[in-house]
């Protein structure tokens, strides 16, 4: 198998490795990096637990080889400071958490392209990310939170 | 009882912090030195011999530390009530997924790869996929032996069954129901279907097994450990004693995660190893191989008397268990919320035959409110149908029937709990029941009653010198927020700011716990935390928290202890009015706003009951809607998730929820559990407004578009729709 050097930056710092050419973003994060904060539910790219921010854009890294990032400015939720995240607390954004991470990942990367998104379009937007738990009604009462209140 | 009014506090939980900066800790995140990966072989028939199984290949590759095979632990079976399902299949499988070897290997690649290297030998068996077939005198028997196997609690002794497929099955009756009929003016007589469905926590279940000295470690996503610990002890010919069950973050349950399969295998393959050994299920195996909802088929007959009032019911009720009943945790191995249809009315006589029955397909489990879906969309239906037959309107027919306090229920107890009738009318008037809709739209209403749980638990509370609390418990948090719980009422109780009280989760090393599950968590963490809150006050003997702490020497502290018994019964209840809009081209219904008028008695979480109630109606909302883990030949078609359609936040419609309580809940400080109480109803206030929208009835869930067009009544009908039925 073949090994390939990646440099990219994970939450602002450099990283600069080999890896395997088939290893996956979200298994290079979760157990070579120890960030674990990114899950893997799906592993088919459609539940968004997995989603980080790649160049700012929301990516799911089940679906992404760790040699495609090379370069590439990489955010996870570990790398996130967002008032995104008390909004999750205060309106019932998440019950078991497992998706929190890549709906906060998802709701920032729109946010900060968008401040002003209109609440049609953070639905749009969030679609990608599944929540069993929440029935999704606090996780838009804290995105809307957040955007009113920037 | 009204709660003191530090319950009125905005509530912060106790998990927040965690869940939004990555930090929490799931199972399949520890890091576990040295830990193997396993992986397994399973059936890809729905009933099979197993002829031979080779596994030289797979021994022989690099990197694999053990393989076993279902020689290696003949005889070993597990279950949470009934230990039917074989640790490894040794002669024959009885479902598509069924294990029959297991493999630990250095990484997860490996022992895939080992895994592709052994070869089993089946000789196929005709499988039984259909309920009525597995019924038929000369079926064949899927558990010969089934008299042999282990039934933990109790006597030990099984309910016996009319037939050796039947999984569980019961017949209650209350009141001379022949005679009742015989006096009802008009009887009317349905038929319901559902399929099943998944929990579908989006956090695949995950463990970790290693052996330590004489203990062995557990840590699993399963949500009751210390049910987990003693089905291991029963199952691998352990002591309790020497089994330690821990969690990591639970990322989400729905009922799924009692059952855990994996860590039994685990165990000889840590034996065999020496080694942790771990698995983080595929998701794919989730849906394909884990315990979902059962699919039910459920036959009502009501009569009523001349001015629609129901005299006299009757229940069939046909539950697909699948391969196993080792799914449910309940002594008569039945979905134990499928059996009393036409809860929350007044019904003087009553018959209700409910049954579990074993087939090929895969086994069922516990999902949130188990049964009571399947039976409430029955239920709610059958009315709706009678109510259009008599030529009054659903809200009338309900608002004739529903139980008032004293009033003889289906189950022959007399009603105690909300007020239904005001929960009917409260819904009625915020979805505007009386204002004329245009063609196409439709209202529709269904009543949901469950049960407030039962049982016991310890919490204990240390008060430190800096003043903090910490309160231990067994039980977890799979999201519904039980710390916060706790932690919010220890703080009113004792008047203390609720950020000084901490909680902590203790393992199976700590007191008994029940775990999560059977709307219990309210009444029974929440009781403990109360009776534990109040031994402390009593402790610190008119002083308050603040000066006892002070008090206190260096490294002392202040620990009282109380184990609680929630003994006493009620309900939570809730009415559904759902308003729709069908397009009467294609079938295509949309929700455009639903009101949920509930009981749920002194609220103590406010953010975290709000998430329980509308989670609950999302989840039955998707039931309704979209979900159906269908299987052909006894294999389930979803292959991922992908496969299988869950509510998107683009699904979701303007969901209004209202609080009406009496204030007499039997849980700490007057409330009621929430939980389970919303899903149940949602499918068939759904279904009710469809009809009443365009006529068209469904009687299979979930309502897609087809099956609102088949049945559409032949004028509305346009030739242009779908032709296939
Ligand atoms: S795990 Fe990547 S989208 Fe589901
Ligand atoms: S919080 Fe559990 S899946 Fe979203």
Request: glycine content about 12%; overall charge neutral; proline content about 6%.
């Amino acid at each position: 198998m073949t090994q390939h050097r990646i440099r990219f930056t994970l939450n602002g710092a450099a990283v600069d490795l080999t890896v395997p050419a088939e290893r996956l973003l979200v298994d290079l994060l979760r157990d070579d990096l120890g960030k674990t904060g990114t899950k893997d539910g799906c592993s088919v790219g459609v539940c968004g637990l997995c989603t980080v921010q790649v160049d700012g854009a929301p990516m799911s890294a089940c679906l992404l080889l760790a040699t495609q990032i090379d370069g590439a400015a990489i955010r996870t939720v570990e790398g996130l400071a967002s008032p995104l995240q008390e909004a999750f607390i205060s309106e019932g954004g998440f019950q078991c958490g497992i998706c929190t991470s890549g709906q906060l990942m998802a709701a920032d990367a729109l946010l900060r392209v968008k401040p002003k998104a209109t609440d049609a379009e953070i639905r749009d937007w969030q679609m990608g990310n599944l929540c069993r738990c929440t029935g999704y009604y606090g996780i838009e009462r804290a995105i809307f939170k957040a955007r009113d209140e920037r | 009882m009204t709660g003191p009014t530090i319950l009125d506090r905005p509530e912060r939980r106790l998990d927040g912090d965690e869940k939004t900066t990555g930090a929490a800790k799931y199972t399949a995140d520890l890091e576990v030195p040295g830990a193997l990966q396993a992986a397994f072989v399973r059936s890809p028939y729905p009933h099979a011999r197993i002829v031979s199984v080779d596994t030289a290949r797979a021994r022989s590759l690099a990197g694999v530390r053990a393989v076993l095979t279902g020689a290696d632990v003949r005889g070993q079976r597990l279950g949470r009530r009934l230990q039917d399902w074989p640790v490894l299949c040794w002669d024959r499988v009885l479902f598509v997924g069924d294990r029959v070897a297991a493999v630990a290997a250095d990484t997860r690649e490996i022992a895939d790869d080992a895994v592709r290297l052994i070869s089993v030998e089946y000789e196929e068996l005709s499988p039984l996929l259909d309920m009525d077939e597995a019924l038929r005198p000369d079926a064949p028997v899927l558990h010969p032996d089934g008299a042999s196997y282990r039934f933990l609690e109790g006597r030990g002794e099984r309910p016996a069954v009319p037939h050796p497929n039947h999984q569980g099955h019961v017949l209650e009756t209350h009141g001379d129901v022949d005679a009742a009929f015989a006096r009802a003016a008009r009887t009317f007589e349905h038929e319901f279907a559902t399929p099943r469905i998944h929990q579908a926590a989006l956090e695949p279940r995950a463990a970790v097994v290693w052996v330590e000295g004489d203990r062995v470690r557990v840590v699993s996503t399963n949500k009751a450990p210390f049910n987990l610990r003693d089905q291991m002890a029963a199952t691998l010919g352990l002591s309790k004693d020497r089994i330690v069950v821990d969690n990591g973050t639970i990322g989400g349950d729905f009922g799924g995660k009692g059952l855990s399969t994996d860590e039994f295998v685990l165990y000889h393959l840590a034996k065999a190893t020496g080694r942790p050994v771990r698995v983080v299920t595929r998701y794919a195996d989730e849906l394909t191989t884990t315990n979902p909802r059962h699919a039910s088929r459920i036959r009502l007959r009501t009569g009523v008397d001349a001015d629609g009032r129901i005299v006299a019911h009757e229940s069939h009720a046909l539950f697909d268990g699948g391969a196993y009943a080792a799914g449910k945790p309940t002594a008569r191995l039945l979905v134990e919320g499928g059996v009393e249809t036409l809860e929350g009315y007044r019904v003087p006589a009553a018959r209700h035959e409910a049954a579990t029955v074993y087939t090929n397909q895969v086994p069922g489990g516990h999902m949130r409110a188990p049964g009571q879906p399947q039976n409430v969309f029955a239920s709610e239906s059958h009315l709706d149908l009678i109510a259009r037959e008599l030529g009054i309107t659903p809200l009338e027919l309900r608002r004739r029937n529903v139980a008032r306090p004293g009033d003889p229920t289906t189950t022959g107890e007399p009603w105690h709990g909300p007020d239904l009738a005001a929960l009917l009318d409260r819904a009625a008037l915020d979805i505007d029941a009386d204002r004329p809709r245009p063609g196409g739209r439709g209202i529709g209403f269904a009543l949901g009653v469950r049960h407030v749980g039962r049982g016991s638990t310890t919490i204990s509370l240390r008060l430190g010198r800096d003043g903090t609390i910490e309160a231990r418990t067994g039980v977890g948090d799979q999201g519904g927020g039980q710390h916060t719980l706790i932690q919010r009422i220890v703080a009113a109780t004792l008047g203390v700011d609720p950020v000084t009280v901490r909680v902590r989760r203790l393992s199976t090393e700590g007191p008994q716990d029940p775990g999560i599950g059977g709307s219990r968590v309210t009444p029974v963490h929440g009781g403990a935390a109360l009776a534990a809150a109040q031994a402390l006050k009593e402790k610190l003997g008119g002083r308050s928290v603040a000066e006892a702490a002070k008090a206190l020497g260096t490294g002392e502290e202040i620990v009282v202890s109380a184990k609680f018994d929630a003994t006493a019964s009620d309900h939570g209840a809730c009415a559904h009015a759902i308003e729709v809009a069908v397009d009467v081209d294609t079938g295509a219904v949309r929700v455009l706003a639903a009101v949920v008028a509930v009981d749920v008695g002194q609220v103590i979480n406010p953010v975290g009951l709000r998430g329980q109630l509308e989670g609950g109606f999302v989840y039955g909302l998707g039931m309704a809607l979209f979900e159906d883990l269908a299987l052909e030949d006894g294999r389930v078609r979803a292959a991922n998730l992908g496969d299988y359609k869950l509510p998107t936040i683009a699904d979701v419609p303007p969901l209004r929820i209202v609080h009406l309580s009496d204030g007499h809940g039997v849980g700490p400080y007057g409330a009621r559990s929430a939980g389970e109480l919303v899903n149940p109803g949602v499918p068939a206030a759904v279904a009710n407004a469809v009809q009443d929208a365009c006529g068209s009835r469904v009687h299979t869930l979930p309502i897609t578009a087809e099956r609102v067009w088949n049945a559409l009544p032949a004028p509305t009908r346009r030739p242009s729709g779908p032709v296939r039925s």
